[in-house]
């Protein structure tokens, strides 16, 4: 049994306490002899939930990428795969750099979608598998196994990412389904085939704007109810949430609400998004992610979901402390509700997967950003004063 | 005479090279005997440039203040006025607190708006006067009289700006002509008489989206082609400018550029923007700013103008390292050119205000945000390491 006391913590930002963790779970009481923490009354969190990222896409470790690439969705993606070979990125070495740094900022469950092409194969699904396996019990790893270059138009595709399912995958991924596939029919009942083939979840990109986007998003709820996978599937991005026709999306969001579909986004400055505080009053759970970090796509990015709540709160126009609390929220519960994480919390039975983070109030914490004096997985330490307690490679 | 050599630096990200300062300036040479800096082949950069914020304003340094105003400009602008007196807000300790922050980031040079209004009077504008004498030396600061709280609406608020501009106020502000003063034709005129008289520049907020700020737009292109005041007019935000009608944005482009009219963005995430590509494309002089930083308006901000960069790349989509480069030209040369800064650069006889940034490019100095190893004003060491060499109050 190992056992441990954390001294002088502000859970959520309440009063201060001592909070114990027995055998991995926050338990009511810690034995004698357990470890003391000294906390310094600062606040603790749950872990943060990196709920939409691309672990094999990082550059992070490598020279500098110089980035000419033009500007379409599809000049990104072929761009990618080419660069994939010349610079010899190895998905495993990659996807163990970047979830490192999310370690060291607090993330303690990841989300990451992973591509599959009949160019490369099940490559990024092996390497980001092992890595996985690597840093088992300092993050937990789920695989959405990603069409990035299309599924429909590159034959033998949907064969791939039917081995990748079969292989270790935990999430069928799709992407949009008339702006890169052009064959919306032929996408979605490949993906639900494959959810319900191999009984897994489903998370899909759609960049789509407007009412193309809203089509395809009427397609996905119509497979969602036909196919009884309510609480099922994700979609992220949903930009088309974003569009100004409120109406419209008003009745988006009660059929999503309806099917249980989740909302994922990584609030770009740059593009329409789903407004959060009408997706909460919807009633429709809503996670966040970072997106690629420092690949071909774009330099940006550092795997702090601390930062992303910042962005969430940035993008939505969040102000008052409520409000900011809300985008921790979502970079937090909202996440691991739609992961569907056994025991996350801070109540005795939880995980004890948390962070301790600095300010006065949690909407500070968000505000600052300042390095994470101490991260748990399991009760375990895994990253003190900003800095992770595994190196990358 | 003081004289430095900055050894084994790289200029904008150039080749290693060594750089000479010679009485607060770059030199061609340092004669024998100057200290010796090693810049451990870290890229130089001119001194970044913070054009949009309100020194006046901030909370730093005090209690966290619980945000729950509401959603309207109007609640901002009128809660704040009665916060600054129930906090007590000293304008000249909190300018203070923010600047030193600001130098601590690399900013040599910063355009502060500061209230001026019926209840506080010249307050303000006194505190950042002296502000701006004890940090004389180690960053500049314009001032911005600015008439927040509106003018036209409260009578006596004209007569205090002119009070500010004698006092030594260096720049005329204005604010909403229709949104805040519902008099567009009293407020400018009231603006570019002040601007006449005291022989001084304009700087003003303009919020207002879509038609209507594009109407108030083209009533300040009038009257700087009316006043002959070329080069001398700013317009803040300028959200209207983001509007969906493109061809309309387009003429006023046109228009602005001809009266030699400037752009200072925040880059919000979540309003309309100017978009630089098309200012730059346009020949209009754009720069940026932090706006408000941790104050009764919303909690963010960090005076961090390489992340004010970011900012403005995450908003403008600006993905390709020459893209990024645009983003940091703004937060610099950009906003440095339209505060008329003197000897700007880093060529020899430029004021050897610099900053010393990390990563192998400037890109990658954007994407980053690095502590700051050096920053040098005038020569001076101003800060290390992240830290300014001065404390705050």
């Known amino acids: 049994m190992t056992a441990k006391t954390l001294k002088n913590v502000r859970p959520m930002g309440a009063a201060t306490t001592d909070l114990y963790i027995v055998d991995g779970r926050f338990a009511a009481a810690a034995p004698e002899g357990a470890e003391v923490i000294d906390c310094g009354g600062r606040i603790l969190i749950p872990g943060l939930v990196e709920a939409h990222t691309h672990l094999d896409k990082s550059l992070l470790g490598l020279p500098w990428y110089r980035n000419e690439v033009g500007p379409r969705l599809i000049d990104k993606i072929d761009n990618e795969r080419e660069v994939k070979v010349s610079l010899g990125l190895d998905p495993q070495v990659q996807s163990e750099r970047q979830a ?21 194969g099940l490559r990024g699904i092996e390497g980001v598998m092992a890595t996985r396996e690597k840093l088992a019990g300092y993050v937990d790893i789920e695989i959405v196994a990603f069409p990035q270059s299309s599924m429909i138009p590159r034959p033998g595709t949907v064969e791939l990412m039917d081995e990748a399912l079969a292989l270790g995958a935990d999430v069928v991924g799709g992407i949009d389904p008339c702006g890169i596939e052009r064959d919306p029919k032929g996408h979605l009942d490949a993906v639900f085939r494959l959810a319900e083939k191999h009984g897994k979840p489903i998370d899909i990109h759609l960049h789509e704007r407007d009412l193309m986007g809203g089509f395809s998003m009427e397609e996905i709820i119509g497979r969602t109810r036909a196919h009884g996978m309510q609480g099922k599937v994700t979609v992220s991005h949903a930009f088309c949430l974003g569009m100004s026709d409120r109406a419209y999306v008003a009745s988006l969001h009660e059929q999503l609400a309806e099917e249980r579909i989740h909302i994922i986004t990584t609030a770009p400055a740059s593009a329409p998004v789903p407004l959060v505080k009408e997706l909460k009053a919807a009633g429709i759970l809503t996670g966040a992610g970072s997106d690629g970090i420092r690949d071909t796509w774009g330099p940006y990015g550092n795997a702090d979901m601390l930062e992303r709540a910042m962005f969430v709160g940035l993008r939505n126009n969040l102000r008052r402390d409520d409000e900011v609390e809300l985008a921790l929220d979502i970079c937090t519960h909202g996440g691991a509700a739609i992961m569907e994480v056994e025991g996350y919390g801070l109540e005795p039975g939880d995980q004890a997967d948390a962070v301790l983070v600095e300010g006065e109030t949690l909407a500070e914490a968000v505000a600052l950003r300042a390095p994470r004096a101490l991260v748990l997985k399991r009760g375990m330490v895994v990253a003190r004063g900003g800095k992770a307690v595994i190196d990358a490679p």
Chains 1, 2 share one sequence.
């Open 100 to 120: 490192i740094l999310s370690i060291s900022h607090g993330t303690t469950h990841i989300r990451s979608h992973v591509d599959v092409d009949t160019h490369h």
